[in-house]
């Protein structure tokens, strides 16, 4: 943490505790064969990159995933079974970055869409009342930025918007491929493999 003034967070397997084998194992169950072929952890193809890139709309994104469907669903199946990955914030992190706040510039960077947004804000209110963005000095969600991690230009507009220097600033991420990216942008990149928490660093 030498030098490091500024700190980007990722939330999902960051901050929020996710099971994305809950969210394929819920599109299996409506009747999605070979899920795996169009998403997963640190990797979305065609319509679900575009949806976290703001590039479709919700109600698109959701016609896409009903033309994978053998039979016909309602739009709120489709939500919840996308929306079921997100569990919750367990709150020694959520501690944890409230802490930070007096120390670090803490901004969040999340790969994320419209329907997840309103799911885990919800989630978030209910658990700790106010809202998820008031942790950081400034939030980035893809689908509003229409940039997707580990594209350079989210990571580049971001430092400019932030007046941030570059070797003064940590990236924190559960995707290598996205840390990558981050270190590729000029940051300094911090790799959460499983089983590490941010609870587990010494800030």
Do not use: C
């Not at 990722?10 to 169009?38: P, S, W």
């Not at 960077?109 to 329907?115: G, K, R, V």
């Not at 942790?135 to 997707?148: C, D, I, N, P």
């Amino acid at each position: 943490m030498d030098n490091v003034k500024n700190i980007i967070f990722d939330l999902g397997g960051v901050i929020m505790d996710i099971d994305v084998k809950r969210t394929l194992h819920a599109f299996t169950e409506l009747g999605i064969r070979n899920i795996h072929e169009y998403f997963g952890h640190g990797f979305a193809a065609s319509f679900f990159s575009d949806h976290e890139a703001g590039r479709i709309s919700d109600e698109h994104f959701i016609r896409e995933i009903k033309k994978l469907l053998s039979e016909e669903v309602s739009d709120e199946a489709v939500i919840n079974a996308w929306n079921a990955l997100l569990l919750h914030f367990p709150p020694d992190r959520i501690d944890l970055l409230r802490s930070l706040k007096g120390k670090y510039r803490l901004l969040l960077y999340s790969n994320t869409n419209a329907i997840h947004y309103q799911k885990f804000s919800e989630i978030y209110r209910e658990t700790f009342g106010g809202r998820l963005e008031d942790l950081f000095e400034k939030a980035y969600f893809s689908h509003v930025l229409g940039h997707r991690k580990p594209d350079l230009g989210g990571f580049k507009q971001i430092m400019a918007e932030n007046g941030l220097n570059s070797q003064e600033t940590l990236f924190v991420d559960d995707a290598l491929m996205n840390v990558e990216g981050a270190i590729k942008s000029g940051l300094k990149g911090l790799y959460l493999p499983p089983g590490l928490y941010i609870t587990d660093i010494r800030w």
